[in-house]
């Protein structure tokens, strides 16, 4: 490679649970470089999901740590050509892709739910991605189905 590999950056933790994947998360969610809209949206959700989940042990972090940890794919399929075919070839999954997968696809498909304020939408797809359900958490099913159904082009592998 001619280019030397760009220098990871290093994350400030958050000024209320202390904690650097809460940043990650937040610079998901912040859109138009709004940090601190971002941060107030993310403390609403987990405020809302302490509220509704009081019942559980857990605190409300460690349920959106748990609820992220389920939408975590594993697999994943990469397109990959050979002999004029294209062949949705299975990889595994880096782990700092994969925390940024599953990021993603929280705030994604918490950005699609109906409701009011997107603290609302979010902690209501966090709950759900707790308890095994939801739309993040099928999208992570799915790609899982689409690596398992081509596990026959795993010798493909790049």
């Not at 610079?27 to 999901?49: C, H």
Request: glycine residues 4%.
């Amino acid at each position: 490679m001619r280019k030397t590999k760009p220098r990871k950056r290093i994350l400030l933790p958050d000024p209320k649970f202390h904690d650097v994947l809460v940043t990650r998360f937040v610079n998901n969610l912040m859109l138009q470089g709004k940090k601190s809209i971002a941060y107030s949206i993310f403390y609403d959700a987990i405020d809302m999901v302490g509220e509704k989940m009081k019942d559980s042990d857990k605190a409300p972090l460690e349920i959106w740590k748990k609820a992220l940890e389920n939408i975590t794919p594993q697999v994943e399929v990469k397109s990959r050509r050979v002999g004029g075919a294209n062949f949705q070839v299975p990889t595994e999954v880096r782990p700092e892709r994969k925390i940024s997968i599953s990021m993603k696809n929280m705030v994604l498909y918490s950005r699609k739910r109906s409701g009011h304020s997107m603290a609302e939408k979010l902690s209501a797809e966090i709950m759900a991605a707790y308890n095994c359900e939801g739309a993040a958490y099928k999208r992570k099913e799915d790609m899982h189905k689409m690596a398992e159904a081509n596990k026959a082009f795993a010798h493909f592998r790049f």
